[in-house]
């Protein structure tokens, strides 16, 4: 597919490198000529110079047909620009935006543009790490506010309901792993000892979580 | 009227300080305190240093009761950005923009809460310095909306205001002096500034006509 990468820095060139060597026609903008020394040698794509919400230069880099956009400038407020003129100008159909600030990624949720907020990300994962290390997701959804989590459920809770375990809006068992099968409980379904169970859960309340699945190791 | 500046370079100071004179409660917001604190005491105006891409300073700032936004940072994206939110969260009724690269002019519109466009090659001083060939009062231009009207006007040898004190000027009703702009350099004008041939005057008002500043200065 065809790429367009808005800034040529660290992730950007690295990207580029990436989706170049699969194959990919890329073509990488920044304001900064020399942006482009952070490219590999023999890189197959293209580099303009300019600004990543500029008509001239996207129009040169082939934007009208292009698959996809990605804007990883330095400047939150560069890719919003960028990422938006793509996606409502040129219709560009994937479009996706990095962005630092918290309130850059509210702004990008109110645009429709699909962000990955590193500050936000990383605070969460640091977070997470540091308090809840027992509790490793399988998946992330959206910046981590959900994750999917699996365990096994401590023998105290042996015979009780796996949908009490439920909490709404926070906690949701999706799956139970009993003797090497897979199967979503019904309301009723009971936990049997050495149940693996999967659930949903909102990155704030994997405090929560992780009380009903430690309890045993308090008491 | 509330007024709010988002950028301390020189339009936006030069904006804060016209906007003032014509008794608007003025606030400028800069995200470099430096500059803030290097502007405390010489401008009629509430200072504050903040991101105004963030909505929190915005709203600390004021823009909830603002019936005029303008920003006038350095970078196009950033002026979007604020005036975006100025127009969606927070209902600005005017908002106004500075374009910086001539190129970026066709995204300032409505799509990014813009009403008013500035090109950069027309800022305030360049108005004065375009206008400085001709001797004659220029309407410079009209904040019609804010029911301002700005005038500039220059003084020659021939004006009657050459020699003379601010103070010794009878101006129109509801006619203030912005600025003086003296060696290319506005300044605020004290009653006691004498006037030099070379000056240029940016004069507000809410009722004069050209006509009226004119025979006041020359």
Known sequence: MRVIIAGCGRAGSL??????????????????????????????????QGSGFSRTVLEAAGIEHADAFVAL???????????RTAKETYRVPIVLAHVDAARSADLCRELGIPAIA?????????????????????????NGETLLIRSRLPGYLTGRRLAELDVDGEIRVVEVTRA?????????????????VTFAVAATSLGRLRGFLDKELGT | MKALIAGAGRLGTQIAQVLAAARNEVTLVDVDEDRVAALAGRLPVRLLAGDACDPAVLEHAGALTAGLLVATTGDDEDNLVVSLLA?????VPRVAARVNDEENTW????????????????????LIEEATGATDTVALLRLSKAGVDVIETAITPRSRAAGRTLAEIA????????????????????PGMRLRPGDELLVVSHTATEGEIHAAFQ
């Open chain 1, 180 to 196: 090497g099968r897979s199967l979503v409980p019904a309301h009723h379904t009971p936990a049997e000892p050495g149940d693996l």
């Open chain 1, 73 to 83: 400038t330095s400047g939150d407020n560069a890719n919003i620009v960028g990422a």
């Open chain 2, 87 to 91: 127009k969606r969260r927070f209902a």
């Open chain 1, 118 to 142: 590193s500050v936000r990300w990383t605070v969460r994962e640091i977070h997470r790490r540091l308090l809840h290390r027992h509790l490793t997701p399988e998946l992330a959804f959206g």
């Open chain 2, 107 to 126: 995204l300032f519109d409505h799509r990014w809460g813009v009403d008013t466009a500035v090109p950069a090659a027309t800022p305030l001083i360049s």
């Open chain 1, 15 to 48: 990207l580029a490198a990436q989706l170049a060597g699969e194959g990919h026609d890329v073509r990488i903008v920044d304001r900064a000529a020399r942006a482009r020394g952070l490219l590999p040698a023999g890189f197959p794509g293209r580099f303009h």
């Open chain 2, 171 to 190: 101006l129109p009703e509801g006619t203030v002096v912005a600025t003086v702009v003296r060696e290319g350099r506005p300044t605020v004008p004290a």
